[in-house]
């Protein structure tokens, strides 16, 4: 397979374009929340939600009706001149329309010249392979020089092909602007032809039974997890890449304890964040990806043990070494950004 060197890797595929990022900027995404920018009304919340959230996405794809696609783009362009989202700190992203349908080429440049200094990440969905993100990379390049931008737009990628899947390495590898991948359930479902419509979650029909019993006794069976697989695959890709694992969308906005579990699912399996589709599921996203202040308060005690990282000690009878250590770093790391967002959770980690 031909690969970059490592320095051209980091070169800009543009003359004029801005330097790729060599390093990701830290930030919390517990929640990326959907937004459809053609909605007058939902749109009018833009400035009262930002705080609230850790990222606002303007989403031209799916769920935007064929004969709003232009409507939903000057309503993105609009949502990037209503907030401060630079300077506020809340994440900025669009979701465009997959790179062979008639709307990406409009979609891209209109965002990138008009709303490009607001704009931190566009979401590419239906990724095939890394051919993919680089066409994107190259194309908007050129824009970023022509907008005269001074910051890279980076790239998340949606995991919702068959194709993808078999290729999600190369793809989480593909370009300094990688910044992530959520998984989508919906489109992976069906390019998989798996028997289901929902969107994430479980199935009553996934399940394992037990042996059957000497006296004809009626079997226990148990209820599976559908997306185990393919969520430990991708957060296997995104880490190994240097870049986060988000879990996609929860399509049962009825059904709150049902998100709830498939996001903390997600969250322990080693995603970052997922999607809000509903201000109801915002509230779930920001309580099951912040971590729990009885782990963080551990977590630093495992941190102070062994100050250095390394060695062995007993806490409540559970053996730290180095390895529970950087465990330990993790909860304590995201605690930290956590708790410079939302002083609730901050007062949680320190009473
Ligand atoms: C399948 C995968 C995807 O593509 S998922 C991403 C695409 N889908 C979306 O982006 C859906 C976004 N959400 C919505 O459009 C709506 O939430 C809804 C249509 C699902 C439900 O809307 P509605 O019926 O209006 O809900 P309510 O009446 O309960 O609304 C109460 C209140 O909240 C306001 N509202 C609704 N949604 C939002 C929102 N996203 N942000 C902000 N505010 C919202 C609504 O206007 C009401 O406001 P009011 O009280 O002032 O009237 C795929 O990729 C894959 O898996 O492959
Ligand atoms: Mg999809």
Request: glycine share 6%; hydrophobic share 45%.
């Amino acid at each position: 397979m031909s690969q970059k060197t490592p320095r051209n890797f980091f070169k800009p595929l543009a003359i004029g374009a801005p330097e790729p990022m060599r390093d990701l900027p830290v930030k919390i995404e517990r929640m990326i929340h959907f937004v459809p920018p053609h909605l007058d009304k939902v749109r009018a919340k833009v400035p009262d939600m930002a705080p609230k959230v850790d990222v606002i996405l303007a989403n031209l794809e799916d769920a935007i009706p064929a004969d709003a696609k232009d409507a939903a783009r000057a309503g993105a362009i609009e949502m990037a001149n209503m907030y401060d989202w630079q300077g506020k700190g809340t994440g900025f992203w669009s979701r465009v329309n997959p790179l062979n349908s008639p709307w990406f080429q409009d979609d891209v440049s209109e965002l990138v010249l008009k709303a490009g200094h607001q704009l931190d990440v566009i979401m590419l969905p239906k990724v095939e392979g890394p051919w993919d993100i680089h066409f994107a990379d190259q194309y908007v390049a050129q824009l970023e020089a022509k907008a005269g931008l001074t910051r890279p737009i980076l790239f998340h990628a949606i995991l919702e092909t068959a194709q993808g899947m078999s290729l999600v390495e190369e793809i989480a590898l593909a370009s300094p602007r990688m910044q992530g991948i959520s998984l989508g359930p919906a489109d992976l479902a069906a390019d998989r032809k798996m028997k289901t419509t929902r969107v994430g979650g479980g199935h009553p029909f996934y399940r394992v039974l037990e042996d059957p019993h000497a006296d004809g006794s009626e079997r226990a069976s148990v209820q599976q997890d559908l997306w185990h697989y393919t969520i430990a695959r991708m957060v296997d890709a995104c880490r190994m890449a240097g870049i986060n694992a988000f879990y996609g969308p929860f399509g049962d906005i009825s059904d709150l304890d049902a998100c709830e579990q498939q996001f903390r699912n997600a969250f322990l399996l080693g995603c970052a964040g997922a999607w809000s589709l509903h201000p109801n599921q915002i509230d779930i996203a920001k309580r099951v990806f912040s971590p729990d202040p009885d782990e963080v308060k551990f977590a630093r005690r495992i941190l102070e043990a062994m100050p250095d990282g390394t060695g062995v000690a007993m806490l409540d009878g559970k053996m730290q070494d180095d390895a529970t250590w950087k465990q330990a770093k993790v909860i304590a790391d995201l605690a930290d950004l956590v708790a410079a967002k939302d002083p609730d959770l901050a007062a949680a980690y320190n009473n």
